[in-house]
C-alpha cells in the first residue's frame, strides 16, 4: 500500500521569499508523484507531476519539485512566492496499472505582504 | 473545452436522506473517480468508472454508490447520510489507455448533513 506524509500543516512566508513544501512517500512499488494546489472554495489543479526520466520537474506558477528515490521524498519549491500563492498543497500518489491517488494532509502556505 | 463540471454546487440534507451528486468528465474522458474530502483533510479515493463499471473502490461503506452512463458522466449517491459525511465531494476525470494520466478535478459540491 501506498501512504504520503506531508510533514508540515502550515507554512508562512513573506512575499518574495524562498518556499519548500515537504512531502515524503512510502510505496513498495514504483510510484508516480504529483502535486495539487487547492485556492479557497475550488477544485484541485495540478502543479506538476512526475511519472518518469528527470527528477527535477517543473510546474505551473514558477514551482518545482525533485523526485528523491533514495530519500523517498517530492519536496515543491518555489524561489519567490506571491501573495497569489496562499493556498492549500497536497502531494498525492498512484502506483501500478491504476491512477487512484493517494493523497496527504495537505500544507497550508500563508504568503505574508 | 469544458473541463470537469459537478453539480450542484452546495446541498444540504437531513441525516437519514439519500443525495444523489453528479459529474460531467473533461472532454475525451472516458473515466471518472470520486473522492471525498473532509474539512482541513486530503481527499479520499472513493471508488472509480470505466465503460459503466465499477473498476476500483475504496475504503468506503456500501452505502456509497456510483453510476456511469454511456455518455461517461457519472453519479454518486449516498445513502443512509450521517454527520460524519458532510464533505467537499470530488470528481475527476481521466483517459483510460497505457498511462499513467493525470486527474482533472472539478469544483466540487459541498454537502451538509444536518
Known amino acids: 500500500a501506498q501512504s504520503v506524509t506531508q510533514l508540515d500543516s502550515q507554512v508562512p512566508v513573506f512575499e518574495e521569499a524562498p518556499v519548500e513544501l515537504r512531502c515524503n512517500y512510502s510505496s513498495s512499488v514504483s510510484v508516480y508523484l504529483f502535486w495539487y494546489v487547492q485556492y479557497p472554495n475550488q477544485g484541485l489543479q495540478l502543479l506538476l507531476k512526475?511519472?518518469?526520466?528527470?527528477?527535477l520537474v517543473k510546474g505551473i506558477n514558477g514551482f518545482e519539485a525533485e523526485f528523491n528515490k533514495s530519500q523517498t521524498s517530492f519536496h515543491l519549491r518555489k524561489p519567490s512566492v506571491h501573495i497569489s500563492d496562499t493556498a492549500e498543497y497536497f502531494c498525492?500518489?498512484?502506483?501500478?496499472?491504476?491512477?487512484?491517488?493517494?493523497f496527504g494532509t495537505g500544507t497550508r502556505l500563508q504568503v505574508f505582504p | 473545452d469544458a473541463g470537469v463540471t459537478q453539480s450542484p454546487t452546495h446541498l444540504i440534507k437531513t441525516r437519514g436522506q439519500q443525495v444523489t451528486l453528479r459529474c460531467s468528465p473533461k472532454?475525451?474522458?472516458?473515466?471518472v473517480s470520486w473522492y471525498q474530502q473532509a474539512l482541513g483533510q486530503g481527499p479520499q479515493f472513493i471508488f472509480q468508472y470505466y465503460e459503466e463499471e465499477e473498476r476500483q473502490r475504496g475504503n468506503f461503506p456500501d452505502r456509497f454508490s456510483g453510476h456511469q452512463f454511456p455518455n461517461y458522466s457519472s453519479e454518486l449517491n449516498v445513502n443512509a447520510l450521517l454527520l460524519g459525511d458532510s464533505a467537499l465531494y470530488l470528481c475527476a476525470s481521466s483517459p483510460l489507455g497505457p498511462g499513467p494520466y493525470e486527474q482533472y478535478f472539478g469544483p466540487g459540491t459541498r454537502l451538509t448533513v444536518t
Open positions: 512526475y511519472l518518469s526520466g528527470s527528477t
Open positions: 472532454s475525451g474522458h472516458d473515466t
Open positions: 498525492a500518489v498512484s502506483a501500478g496499472n491504476t491512477d487512484k491517488l493517494i
